[in-house]
């Protein structure tokens, strides 16, 4: 089974970061100066172990896959920025690919959507806008990719690598998209490629025609309880104020029923993003690591329906801190999140693979 966790490498300085918001922004930015916005919220977050770490630095994502393969996360996988030729938080993967080093398995997730601003509670002002200008920005992009493709220590399923794409439905022609991606693979020598859609339960069916061969279904970790709705309609209308919070539920989420095709099942550590968005962000409260393995438990159920080669847990993620979700080490649990994940991978294997 594959235990894949998404992998932000947002912790480093870039020229378009300096000139959007301050010479020397990554996402410590906002982690560090995080402030409780109501009685019970913990606030802020702050990294144990690893430190505010330097992506540019070697030894960090070193230990960084020490402590994923110790508690038996299989692989990272890492966001890519792709806009027409023009990538954005590249260096870290880059270094990996280069060096060699750390020597542990990976695979790449586009997130083929515009950025906003986000990061500073500006979601409606557009940084760089993702545009899909055809086959030749196709055919670069494929042969920016290749050699991580070819990469021996490269996931993937079924035999073929593995590439996760964000938001197939925001691409004019995903049908498209799928049959150029498999030819060029094929023309380049590789078996293929074996392509997951990140999506929800509104717009699956839809892409499982578009030729995807499994999807992620991330639902948010929130109950939302008939107080936490009341409150959140006054905050609606103005009385009080944000941001809104929900119960992290002690159960599993499953997918919704009736889901078509291959479905990987997802897990949220937690949820609170308002590092970035402050009284207008949302919270999961009461997230502890024992829920967390519960959820865990849960999804390995759910994986183990799929073919032996096909059962795969995604995590999400391993270093989104201003989003709150995040399996390395804090103040507050140390290496609690990364225990309950390992007692939960052992606990399955002993009873069913």
Same mark, same amino acid.
């Given at each position: ?32 100066? =995080? ?38 996360? &299989? ?5 890519? +920025?792709? !806009? ?10 880059? $270094?990996?690919?280069?060096?060699? /080093?750390?020597? !542990?398995?990976?695979?790449? =997730? ?44 490269? @996931? &993937? ?8 794409? +964000? ?5 004019? $022609? ?44 991330? /639902? ?16 609606? *209308? ?7 919070? +929900? ?20 897990? +949220?550590?937690?949820?609170?993003? &308002?590092?970035?968005?402050? *009284? ?11 829920? !967390? ?6 999804? @390995? ?21 201003? $989003? ?23 606990? =399955?294997?002993?009873? *069913?693979?």
């Amino acid at each position: 089974m594959e235990v894949l966790a998404l992998y932000l490498p947002q912790f480093h300085p870039i020229p378009e970061n300096d000139r959007w918001w301050g010479k020397g922004f990554t996402e410590w930015t906002n982690v560090a100066r =995080a402030r409780p916005l109501f009685r019970g919220h913990v606030q802020p977050h702050l990294p144990a172990d690893l430190g505010f770490y330097d992506l540019r630095v070697g030894e960090v994502r070193e230990a960084q896959a020490e402590l994923a393969r110790i508690h038996g996360v &299989t692989g990272f996988c890492y966001w890519h +920025y792709w !806009f027409a030729g023009h990538q954005l938080l590249q260096r870290p993967f880059e $270094e990996v690919l280069d060096s060699g /080093s750390p020597d !542990f398995p990976f695979c790449v =997730a586009w997130a083929n959507q515009s950025w906003s601003g986000i990061w500073h509670g500006a979601p409606d002002k557009v940084l760089i806008e993702q545009t899909y200008p055809g086959p030749e920005d196709d055919l670069e992009h494929f042969t920016s990719l290749k050699r991580a493709f070819e990469d021996p220590r490269y @996931i &993937t399923i079924a035999g073929r690598p593995l590439l996760l794409v +964000y938001q197939p439905g925001g691409m004019p $022609e995903p049908a498209r998209f799928v049959e150029r991606w498999q030819k060029m693979a094929l023309d380049a020598g590789l078996p293929g490629l074996y392509l997951v859609a990140s999506l929800g339960e509104s717009d699956y069916r839809a892409h499982v025609e578009d030729g995807f061969d499994a999807a992620v279904h991330f /639902s948010f970790p929130f109950r939302r309880t008939v107080a936490a709705r009341a409150r959140e309609h006054l905050i609606a *209308r103005g009385v009080g104020s944000g941001p809104r919070h +929900y119960p992290y539920p002690g159960a599993g989420v499953d997918p919704p029923a009736g889901l078509g095709g291959r479905i990987f099942p997802s897990v +949220y550590p937690n949820w609170d993003n &308002t590092p970035r968005l402050g *009284r207008r962000g949302v919270v999961a409260t009461g997230a502890s690591p024992e829920r !967390f393995g519960a959820h865990v438990r849960r999804a @390995i159920e759910l994986a183990c329906a799929n073919p032996v080669d096909e059962q795969v847990v995604v995590i999400k993620s391993w270093n989104e801190w201003a $989003e709150g979700n995040y399996l390395e080490p804090d103040e507050e649990f140390g290496t609690g999140r990364l225990e309950a994940l390992a007692r939960a991978l052992s606990s =399955a294997r002993g009873r *069913r693979f």
